[in-house]
């Protein structure tokens, strides 16, 4: 079965042909990031304007490098949900025009448990049950996952997401948007010393299986910019802000190092945690943006070796937003016996 796959839930319009939910023919990504940078976050309106405009040379070039026509195409797959509405309803639209004037079926997906679905293109099919993570831009989330198919979730961030602190704590260093792949690339330059803060590592509740990230985003930002001042007793002068060391390239990546340590740190906790609770757990499968990281990928490996599991990571290019994830997850959602119709809504939360 060839699947179309679309994807436009933020700032990258991808599409991507897909053979039998695992065999990538084609993955094509249009990226936003100089457009959002000035403004140091993604701006809607301007995220999906820019998918009107790419849109259907994204779709054409994942058709042509796919070697197909389009009467090849048996399905169509769009991530429907969750994300930016405006963004959402560019892809959806383009997918219900060609789903319906190609007579094919359409099927929506979330593109949470799509990111779920990366690690497993162009691989054999893993065993269950597993444990799922998902760590983006907008999610950190933990799941017990009976078969591919279904996800139960166990837990999630109650404030920001990984890859948002990831974000946020690259905007205090002044490095530019997505903020991640700069943060990795600083905390692993020669020198860069993860030990030289003691940044928080939130662990909540005793059993609790939810994350929370801003406390740690609060402790870079003090360390980095300062505390505030104390407020002045009644009757006295104002205390002066304590003094910060300047941000020298060396404190920066000690910082960046630090920083990401306890972030992943938290992940590995949570991830201890909720082992117990998938009862015969025989994999772990991660996805997400911030898969990509080198010490998430070389911690997550750990973590699968010390418990028995097989790991399931998706290749760099299927960490960050993509639409070979939807098509496939797509195919695989399809067999199972759910289509959509000219009726699929755009919807900003996800169903996972
Ligand atoms: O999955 P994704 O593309 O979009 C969402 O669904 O949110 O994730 C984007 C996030 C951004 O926050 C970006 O900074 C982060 O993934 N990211 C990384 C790395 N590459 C991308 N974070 C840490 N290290 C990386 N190498
Ligand atoms: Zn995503």
Redesign the pocket.
């Known amino acids: 079965m060839i699947v179309l796959g679309i994807e436009s839930s933020?700032d990258e319009t991808a599409a991507s042909v897909v053979v039998d939910g695992r065999e990538v023919r084609s993955s094509i990504v249009a990226s936003q990031y100089d457009l959002h940078e000035e403004f140091g976050g993604v701006v809607p309106e301007i995220a999906s304007r820019a998918h009107e405009q790419h849109m259907l040379p994204v779709l054409r070039d994942a058709i042509d490098r796919a070697g197909i026509q389009h009467s090849d195409i048996d399905l169509i797959a769009i991530g429907h949900r969750p994300g930016l509405i405006g963004s959402l309803l560019v892809g959806l639209s383009a997918a219900k025009a060609l789903a319906w004037s190609l007579g094919v079926p359409l099927v929506g997906v979330d593109?949470v448990h799509a990111?779920l679905y990366a690690g497993m293109l162009g691989r054999e099919e893993p065993e269950y049950p597993a444990l799922g993570l998902v760590v983006?831009?907008?999610h950190t989330s933990l799941y017990s996952m009976p078969d591919a198919l279904r996800v139960q979730r166990l837990g999630s961030t109650i404030d920001d997401a990984i890859?948002?602190a990831?974000?946020k704590v690259a905007s205090i260093l002044g490095l530019g948007h997505?903020?991640?792949?700069a943060?990795?690339r600083l905390a692993r330059e020669d020198g860069a010393d993860e030990r030289a803060f003691d940044f928080p590592v939130s662990r909540l509740k005793k059993d609790s299986l939810d994350f929370s990230y801003s406390g740690l985003k609060t402790a870079v930002l003090y360390e980095a910019k300062g505390r505030p001042a104390p407020p002045a007793l009644p009757g006295r002068d104002p205390l002066p802000a304590p003094e910060v060391p300047p941000l020298t390239q060396e404190r920066m990546r000690d910082i960046a190092a630090s920083f990401q340590r306890a972030a992943v740190r938290a992940l590995v906790l949570k991830l201890g945690r909720a082992i117990d609770r998938v009862e015969g757990c025989r994999t772990l499968i991660v996805g997400?943006?911030?898969s990509?990281?080198t010490l998430v990928r070389s911690e997550m490996a750990r973590f699968a070796e010390d418990h028995d599991l097989v790991l399931i990571i998706p290749r760099m290019e299927y960490c960050?937003?993509n639409a070979a994830m939807i098509a496939g997850l797509g195919a695989r959602l399809y067999e199972n016996g759910q289509a959509d119709d000219l009726t699929l809504s755009a919807i900003p939360t996800t169903a996972c």
């Not at 997505?178 to 792949?181: A, M």
Request: charged share 15%; with cysteine.
């Open positions: 933020c593109h990111h983006s831009g907008g890859g948002e990831f974000d997505p903020g991640g792949p943060i990795d997400g943006g911030v990509a990281n960050v937003d």
